[in-house]
């Protein structure tokens, strides 16, 4: 497809705009800024330079509003940049660029406010985001939700070190197991790094790879004016020379400039090579021109690239590139952080046509009529809608959901049976659940959800066990009205697309309750997915089942017992470790609520597969306040009160038990149950704001009682309650793992069993009577 000649200079002048602006944000930042609020020099600028022409023709002619970007996180002056031309960013925000409240270094859909569909930053995560963004938009279409709007295309603008990361891997095969569509993945092939140039003919890996999984390559490698000369006699010698030159070697000449290509060419093509007289033809400037002319900074070759898919497919696009394009080290191999100098960017300034004092104008410069190119940009067809993010309403959640009716189960059993209840539910609550699981569906206790609810996938697949009436206790039916996304293994993609469905609302304007369910050890294979999937303010319900040793028998390899310090450390996240079935009903209820919430947020379960006896008692709304704000006493203190064993999860039992022979034996002690050490952290830190719920329960414990914390995990996670009422503390827990054993000798050796609880708390006596001073932090 021909380009209008006129459109092709504006959108190249655009270009050469965005160029200055992003290389000028970072400038102010690092050199203008930094003399009087100190900020710490690091560069964004070769980066930047190296995608800009590909946003450009992205965000001024290719992109849809429907259309959902991630952007490799060095483009974010780019990507600011073009949204100030657009008039969505203001100056204030890009003059701050970095600094508090100012546009965040790396694209930000929580804190930038120039429409950033999904955050980037830490390498690999946004690629893959576009990738399950694009699976959900499917999910909701299947659904018959979104009927009002049409499909986006999710695109990456991805960095070729990015494509190092596992999880772009990972994600890819998700993909092509899942019938991906409309997903473009654009890799500015600059050939280098953050430290240096990468390895030689990469592209080739890549085309093979992407081929593998059933997308389409598409290799944008040279420009116009490259193409052009290779038409010239002489030309292809001259494609020869550089399709056989190194990496290393093209940056390096890249960085030397016109007189280095010169002499390098005439060393090494042949004698009578009518190359030759080509460059003869060219003048030095002329000549890096030419040379530097490739595909991804050539407006004309991208935008034909782009606009000749008239498909679905997923896509990938390879375009050439030289990171730091146009800037005083384009191609040198240290140029990741490089930074111009205040006299290199005064010459840069100069060259781009742009007046000392007037840096900041947007038009400034530019070569074409104001009126016309403000039309033009009035005109652009992305932003056409003025608001791309959507708000959809609360779908309505029970006060309470009903309590499983066994005397004694798990955590994780009533987990899968108030799903199992809500499956057989007629309610919308119900129809917006989507649950998710990498490959631990059936022993996360899903399974009883799924055989009601059905497999997702856009095309129909029956179970053929149960077509050939083989007896089985699970149906594997697939159809586009299935609502579990069943995951291969990698845990990285749970989250991930924990991540996109927990952002339906806002991105596709059709909410979406997710529920993930995960071996609680290997939230720690996926970790910086939730962190990403936290930061982007994504909501959903994770169960990280089992957790701590409590599985036992199951193996010491599968141990979790970090992962209460990431319950509670992460933010955007509500934990809690219910003991019982009733507690972990009234946590999902308000969970399905909070996670819809304007001001909420995402909810972890960490869930146990002990069975354990449980508490007849009726559920009051006092007990359901208690529980969701993290704790309650099973056994209040009073005046005479000595001990105070605080449990959480599925210690329960064990603590109950070591309270009741510490009673027995005259040593009054109470017990509280603690059902979100991270609720109770979190309001403790706000006590000065609002009353706190921990000092409220320990405000009742007399001054000189000891306080002993007991959990199936790292016991950190409950020491901190010491501080909080001014109790001596001695906190039990799980410093070790790895050891495989019964429940009872695994407890016995961690000395969280009810002897072991019980030993501390009369060994503990003993010390405080004999040194009332003495402070303990362990056994
Ligand atoms: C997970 C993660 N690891 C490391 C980094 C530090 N880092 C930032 S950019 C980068 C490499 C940049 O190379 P590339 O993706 O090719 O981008 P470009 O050359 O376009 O700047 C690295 C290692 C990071 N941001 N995230
Ligand atoms: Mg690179």
Redesign the pocket.
Known sequence: MAIAHRKLEILNALDQKVQWLSTWVIHNANHIRKSTDGLKVGGHQA?SA??ATILCALYFDVLRPQDRVAV???ASPAFHAIQYLLGRQTREKIENFRAIKGAQSYPSRTKDTDDVDFST????LGVAQTLFASLVQDYVKSHGLMRDRPEGRMISIV????LD?GNIHEALIEGWKQGLRNTWWII?Y?R???DAVVHEDLYKKFETMFTNYGWDVVVIKFGKLLQAAFAEPGGEDLKSWIEACPNQLYAALCFQGGAAFRKRLLSELPDNSPARALIAKRSDDELIALMSNLGGHDMASLLEAFHAVDHDRPTCFIAYTI?GIGLPFQGHKDN?AGLMSPAQMEAYRTKQNVRAGHEWDALEGIGIPRGEIEAFLAAVPFAQERKRRYEARVIPTPPTLDCPALSSMSTQQAFGLILNALARADSELASRLVTTSPDVTVSTNLGSWVNRRGLYAREELVDVFRQEKIPSSYTWDFSAKGQHFELGIAEMNLFILLAALGLSHDINGERLIPVGTVYDPFIERGLDALNYACYQDARFMLAGTPAGITLAPEGGAHQSLKTPLIGMGQPGLSSFEPAYADELAAIMAWGFAHIQKQDGGSVYLRLSTRTIAQIPRIMTPELTQDIVEGGYWRAAPDTHTQAVIAYTGAVAPEAAEAARALNARGIPTALLAITSYDRLYEGWSNAARAPSQVQALLDAVPTGALLFTVIDGHPSALAWLGGAGGHRTTALGVRKFGESGSVGDLYRINGIDAAGIEHAVEAHMVKSAASPARQTAGR
């Open positions: 980066s190296s995608s490799k996180p060095h930053g830490s390498v690999g960095g070729d070190a990015e990361e500015d600059n280098q790094s953050l990171k990741h």
